[in-house]
């Protein structure tokens, strides 16, 4: 089990940085609720425990506290933001509202000599993101750095193995940020810092085994990057004939994208796949519909009963597992039991239906990339043997192409949108774009134009493609084209997808847009 160092998420927006920059120094970090004790860390030996930062005031009614146990284990402490004037505050200090609200950048200066700012120059530049400061220091703690503002920016309590910051060191507004994470976690806290994923894999491959046995485990896999390398790893851990593989077509695909799964998933040694053809239970759900939510709605109940369905067909004993793609964002994101401490929740449809929760509860849910990030899983994908171009694929949403043929959805719109979805990705690898760009693909407006062919008036689709740059999907750029590849791909868009005479291009940014148009 590797070394691991507990983050305990009292709901910063940063608490998932907290743990990238950890594991980026080679540890295995894990984010707790601050309602979880010791007991519920996977990784072991504990050897450092971090308090993140929160939106609550410590005072405010119901607010977050901190677990008497994790002081108890005896390894090193360091609170930020939040997690400082926790400690503070429950170690007899005392926290009071800050006058001057010190939000946003702000220069710090330090003293020597204590391990925590090792390295660091007399001042620093630190991002500072909280209303509340400490006043009064409990017992044995000192100040070892202080803001621009007189605040306190950074304690000490060397002899009770704890530290404090009230700055955020895990952004990027706080250039040398990660020299204190480095000097908490290896000079303080004294990790070897030897963790890679193929410990992941080797972990996680043990704990499928034991929480799964010898019983039948039903993947479902939809065709994008998460589900498919949970599915390799399931093949990695478990015998193959345990495995069985059940992939829903919903004609909402790309061309060639259920067959490609398929394909590389049998390469892998997986020998049971059950492929369900739902095109016409979609389309028909589908069917009158234009409004995009209640789009996306039909495409989203329509996958929760043929799922539902087909798992109950394949006749698999009742206490079969169940296995998907979940991620560690999806599940922090959607608050699912656990860091409900967060501001913004979202559900996702895989993590939520009544289902999933039912077979979570009796414990038989799998989830092999409940603990990584979306890179991570991609770096995972190529270690389990997987083609670099499906690892690498853009994020394609759930809804598929239904959200990207506007309007009504037809057969005959969604072969057309298809094929210049292909055309444009084949273009893109061919001319080194696709990984210029994070996502790129085609829509099809439900709208016509008036052409010309030969002698002859047209009047057919207009196609548009969208190319952004983002680093997360929250917001986004468009991408730049140099002309002449744009160009070279419309033209070969109109002259070999029938019923399209026109192609543009959307220039617009997230905000005001989105990336998608539904
Ligand atoms: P928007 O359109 O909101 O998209 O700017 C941001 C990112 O999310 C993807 N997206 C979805 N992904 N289910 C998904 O799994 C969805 O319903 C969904 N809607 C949008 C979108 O492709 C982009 O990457």
């Known amino acids: 089990m590797p070394e691991v160092i507990a983050i305990l998420d009292y709901g910063s927006q940063y608490t998932r940085l907290i743990a990238r920059r950890v594991r980026e120094l080679g540890v295995y970090a894990e984010i707790l609720p601050p309602t979880a004790g010791p007991e519920r860390l996977t990784g072991s030996p504990l050897k450092g425990v971090i ?9 405010a ?35 009071v509202p800050g006058t001057s609200r010190e939000y946003g950048l702000a220069e710090v200066t330090s003293r020597d000599g204590d391990p925590l700012l090792a390295g660091w120059a007399a001042t620093e530049p ?40 009230q700055f955020h060191p895990e952004v990027t507004h706080t250039p040398a940020g990660t020299q204190l994470l480095k000097n908490f976690v290896f000079g303080i806290c ?103 939510e209640a789009k996306r709605h039909a495409i989203g109940d329509t996958f929760i009963e043929v799922q539902a369905r087909e798992v109950e067909r394949l ?24 860091h409900g401490t967060s501001a913004s929740i979202k559900t996702h449809h895989n993590v939520g239906t009544a289902q999933i929760v039912a077979l979570r509860e009796a414990g038989r849910v799998v989830e092999p990339n409940k603990g990584i990030f979306k890179d991570e899983v991609r770096e995972l994908g190529r270690k389990l043997g997987l083609a670099p171009d499906l690892v690498d694929r853009h994020p394609f949403p759930g809804p598929g192409l239904g959200i990207r043929v506007l309007g009504e959805v037809t057969r005959e719109k969604l072969e057309i949108l298809r094929h210049v979805d292909e055309v444009f990705v084949e273009e893109l690898r061919k001319r080194d774009l696709y990984h210029a760009t994070w996502q790129a693909f085609a829509v099809l ?31 986004a750029d468009c991408y730049a084209f140099p002309w002449e590849h744009l160009f070279a791909i419309s033209r070969r868009i109109t002259n070999e997808v029938r019923g399209v005479n026109r192609v543009v291009y959307d220039v617009s940014s997230k905000p005001p847009s989105t990336i998608e148009w539904e």
């Open 51 to 59: 308090l993140s930062g929160g939106p609550a005031s410590v005072y």
């Open 315 to 338: 006749g698999l004993p009742s206490d079969s597992f169940l296995c998907q793609g979940t991620l560690y964002t999806d599940l922090i994101e959607s608050g699912h039991g656990e």
């Open 445 to 475: 407006p439900d709208a016509r134009s008036v052409g010309v062919m030969g002698d002859f008036r047209t009047y057919e689709h207009v196609v548009a493609l969208r190319a952004v740059q983002s680093v997360d999907g929250m917001t």
């Open 126 to 165: 630190v991002w500072m993101s909280h209303g509340d400061r400490v006043e009064t220091l409990p017992a044995g703690f000192a100040a070892v750095a202080t803001s621009d503002a007189g605040v306190v920016a950074a304690v000490a309590a060397p002899d009770r193995r704890i530290w404090g910051l």
């Open 61 to 95: 009614e119901g607010a977050p506290t901190l677990k008497p146990e994790w002081l108890a284990q005896g390894v090193p402490v360091l609170g930020i933001c939040y997690g400082l004037q926790l400690l503070a505050h429950s170690l007899g200090g005392k926290v």
């Open 190 to 292: 004294e990790c070897k810092g030897d963790w890679d994923l193929g410990d992941y894999l080797d972990a996680m491959s043990r704990e499928i085994r034991e929480q799964v046995g010898d019983r039948p485990v039903i993947s479902l896999v939809s065709g994008g990057v998460d589900s498919t390398v949970a599915t390799a790893l399931l093949l990695r851990a478990l015998p193959a004939d345990q495995i069985h593989a059940l992939h829903i077509d919903s004609g909402l695909m790309r061309r060639s994208e259920s067959r490609q799964v398929m394909d590389s998933l049998k390469a892998l040694g997986l020998k049971h796949f059950h492929l369900v053809e739902a095109e016409n239970e979609f389309l028909a759900a589908l069917a009158g519909k234009s409004d995009p």
